[in-house]
Antibody, heavy 117, light 106 residues
Framework: QVQLVQSGAEVKKPGASVKVSCQAS????????MHWVRQAPGQGLEWMGW????????KYSQKVQDRVTITRDTSASTAYMELRSLRSEDTAIYYC??????????WGQGTMVTVSS | SYELTQPPSVSVSPGQTATITCSGD??????ACWYQKKPGQSPLLVIY???KRPSGIPERFSGSNSGNTATLTISGTQGMDEADYYC?????????FGGGTKLTVL
């Protein structure tokens, strides 16, 4: 079946970096763009950015554009999201999501990232 | 930057109709979609391209979009529909989410 499987929970110290993976299966990875969305505790959904899985070009939200990098490995059908210079405010569940017809039809299970000293 | 505004909360009695709005400048000129988010679960797409339902989404979920407002309507609301609902649209190659609406089924 079509699914996105993300890497496991992470605990990081302030100032560190985290890299979350998202492996796609059940469909052709390069047919759909991939996005990253996060949800901090008690907060709403926040879009972070997306990658064209064919060409590898990206677009990021203004809020995180200086600290985030989204990449992909087409041979592994996997997308990655790296966030640097972590702060306590980055504590959140991070989701990858497949884009189709201007919306996100398939979501990963989420990866909890905790930033704490 | 573009903003989408939703009411923080909506309450409805079981079996009644719930209406959740999403407002943004000329939103009717864009496609709007809606997600259902329950605690501990990933978001679920319930409406895309203003009014289309993905496979498996019950017919009681419907959507519309005109002028500055997109609307999610849940007819014959059930207890299982209690969740947070988020609207989403595109603006200048970036994605925007509304702040979310907590739907309570009393």
């Amino acid at each position: 079946q079509v699914q996105l499987v993300q890497s496991g929970a992470e605990v990081k110290k302030p100032g560190a970096s985290v890299k979350v993976s998202c492996q796609a299966s059940g469909y052709t990875f390069t047919r759909y763009p991939m996005h990253w969305v996060r949800q901090a505790p008690g907060q709403g959904l926040e879009w972070m950015g997306w990658i064209n899985t064919v060409k590898g070009n990206t677009k990021y939200s203004q809020k995180v554009q200086d600290r985030v990098t989204i990449t992909r490995d087409t041979s592994a059908s996997t997308a990655y999201m790296e966030l640097r210079s972590l702060r306590s405010e980055d504590t959140a569940i991070y989701y990858c999501a497949r884009e189709d017809l201007d919306s996100f039809d398939i979501w990963g299970q989420g990866t909890m990232v905790t930033v704490s000293s | 930057s573009y903003e989408l505004t939703q009411p923080p909360s909506v309450s409805v009695s079981p079996g009644q109709t719930a209406t959740i709005t999403c407002s943004g400048d000329k939103l009717g000129n864009k496609y709007a979609c809606w997600y259902q988010k329950k605690p501990g679960q990933s978001p679920l797409l319930v409406i895309y391209q203003d009014k289309k339902r993905p496979s498996g989404i019950p017919e009681r979920f419907s959507g519309s979009n005109s002028g500055n407002t997109a609307t999610l309507t849940i007819s014959g609301t059930q207890g299982m529909d209690e969740a947070d609902y988020y609207c989403q649209a595109w603006d200048s190659s970036t994605v925007v989410f509304g702040g979310g609406t907590k739907l309570t089924v009393l």
